[in-house]
């Protein structure tokens, strides 16, 4: 019998909120020209193009792939934004930190679970609550997004969604108030 987090089948399309609230809050919605939305499309292409390449075998080495994927195609948007010469450095620091995102994303979700069916359980919560934050008006969903997921502070979020700190918490609240009762009913 496969182990519950062994992938029977993968489908990158299943990550879509995922890489979307990690491309947002690594644009800190202030992106530009460039669409979170492209990028992650660009990203999923680019998965199944290469899935016949893809040798993971659970959900765990999809998403870290994906995430690899996500930081290369965000590098390539940043760079033919600013059509400046490649720096690798920003490149491995980009991909660390997305790494580190998805790991807020889970200790969000869960401490300790440890046992390969809680892994599984853990890794369909984590796509369970990208979906429900995909859900949530856009404001709500990046103001979340960058204090949870980047641990970026309140005066921080306000300047680079040019808000108040006041605003900025509220739009915090209420979508964890939408948060919460989304995910209560279909979650």
């Not at 089948?9 to 809050?25: S, V």
């Not at 680079?160 to 918490?169: H, S, W």
Request: positive net charge; aromatic residues 4%; contains cysteine.
């Amino acid at each position: 019998m496969a182990e519950p987090n062994q992938l029977s089948r993968p489908d990158p399309a299943l990550f879509r909120n995922y890489l979307r609230i990690l491309a947002d809050a690594h644009l800190g919605g202030g992106g530009g020209r460039i669409d979170p939305s492209d990028v992650v499309q660009q990203t999923l292409l680019d998965a199944h193009r290469g899935l016949a390449g893809f040798r993971g075998g659970t959900e765990a080495e999809m998403v870290a792939w994906l995430r690899r994927l996500l930081a290369c195609n965000l590098m390539d948007a940043q760079r033919e934004r600013r059509r400046a010469k490649r720096d690798t450095r920003r490149e491995v620091s980009l991909e660390r930190a997305l790494a580190e995102s998805s790991s807020r994303i889970a200790s969000f979700l869960a401490a300790d679970q440890t046992s390969p069916s809680r892994r599984a359980e853990r890794n369909e919560s984590e796509r369970e609550l990208a979906d429900a934050l995909a859900r949530l008006p856009q404001a709500n969903r990046l103001a979340l997004t960058l204090r949870h997921f980047e641990g970026k502070s309140l005066a921080e979020i306000a300047e680079l969604m040019g808000r108040t700190p006041a605003a900025v918490a509220g739009l915090i609240k209420r979508g964890l108030a939408d948060l919460r009762r989304g995910w209560s009913v279909e979650g």
